[in-house]
């Protein structure tokens, strides 16, 4: 396996380039047209994303994305000689001492573990309402932690055949901060992120038109109650979970866009669930996995 290691000694050697201080927004830029124009020194001609951690790289693995390479801490090469060893030979895994890797990532790697990841076009709109047995529309979420959160209650609760589509002021699922507290598996539950603002009422048309029932969640007491609408609906329906930002929460014109306002009953003295809390919540007592009965 020693074999497979390439040793960085010096922070700015231009083969570890996509690792270089990613508190910058400039690995995004690749593929964000709406970003802000970087140096030409900090333009990646890939559009690349970062995973940090064991947990996520076995995911990462597993999924479509292809690997670009592995830049690791050299005291931990060995530790992880099994999962590297599932590494594809194109992808060079570069090895680097604790300093050095600092200097190359601007911050401190406490797992010691990166590899950085192809972006690949997702699935259309389309082709998920075909396949999905039920999603989770997603509205502006600005938040990495709550976005990462939803997409790993989903995979938890539901698996990959309830994929979620997000609007385009949703943050970016690839984030590195995103792809950790999802603990990978936004690479693994497929997705749509809109880029075009003006089609996401008319893609929750579509989706309804598609035979999905869209269920807004609120707090609001003038929603359903989430129990009467399992007592009274028809199991076979396919539904639409949709949630919209923390504090703000759904917009005024995707609110109305719904079929229905669903609320989860809480004590009085709670006003609202965290957005990732609600989702959970929400899937597991509407989505259930198939092999797991609704109660």
């Known amino acids: 396996?020693?074999?497979r290691f390439t040793p960085i000694h010096d922070p700015n050697d231009t083969r570890i380039e996509p690792y270089?201080?990613?508190?910058?927004?400039?690995?995004k830029a690749a593929h964000n047209p709406n970003a802000p124009d970087q140096p030409t020194e900090h333009t990646s001609k890939d559009p690349l994303f970062i995973t940090e951690g064991s947990l996520v790289l076995e995911h990462h693995i597993n999924s479509p994305y292809p690997l670009h390479s592995i830049l690791i801490d050299e005291s931990k090469a060995e530790t992880h000689a099994d999962l590297l060893a599932r590494i594809p030979s194109s992808a060079p895994i570069y090895t680097a001492p604790r300093p050095i890797l600092d200097r190359i990532t601007?911050?401190?790697?406490h797992r010691g573990l990166l590899a950085a990841g192809r972006r690949i076009e997702h699935p259309p709109l389309d082709d998920l309402l075909q396949s999905a047995r039920a999603l989770v529309l997603l509205e502006d979420l600005s938040n990495h932690d709550n976005l990462g959160s939803v997409f790993r209650s989903t995979a938890a609760l539901c698996g990959s055949d309830?994929?979620?589509?997000?609007?385009?002021?949703?943050?970016?699922?690839?984030?590195?901060?995103?792809?950790?507290?999802?603990?990978?598996?936004?690479?693994?539950?497929p997705f749509h992120h809109l880029?075009?603002?003006?089609?996401?009422?008319?893609?929750?048309?579509?989706?309804?038109?598609?035979?999905?029932?869209?269920l807004a969640m609120t707090p609001s007491n003038a929603a359903r109650d989430i129990n009467e609408y399992l007592k009274n609906s028809p199991s076979d329906q396919k539904i639409a979970i949709l949630l919209g930002a923390e504090g703000p929460g759904l917009t005024p014109q995707a609110m109305n866009a719904a079929d229905e306002q669903i609320r989860i009953p809480l004590v009085s003295?709670?006003?609202s669930l965290n957005i990732s809390v609600a989702a959970a919540v929400a899937l597991h007592r509407l989505v259930q996995p198939m092999d797991s009965p609704i109660i």
């Open 106 to 109: 601007g911050y401190p790697i």
């Open 20 to 27: 270089r201080n990613q508190k910058d927004a400039w690995l």
């Open 162 to 189: 309830v994929p979620l589509v997000l609007s385009p002021r949703c943050c970016d699922p690839l984030y590195r901060k995103s792809l950790r507290v999802s603990m990978g598996h936004a690479l693994t539950i």
């Open 269 to 271: 003295s709670a006003d």
């Open 195 to 214: 880029s075009d603002q003006s089609d996401w009422l008319p893609s929750l048309k579509k989706i309804q038109a598609a035979g999905f029932r869209i």
């Open 1 to 3: 396996m020693i074999d």
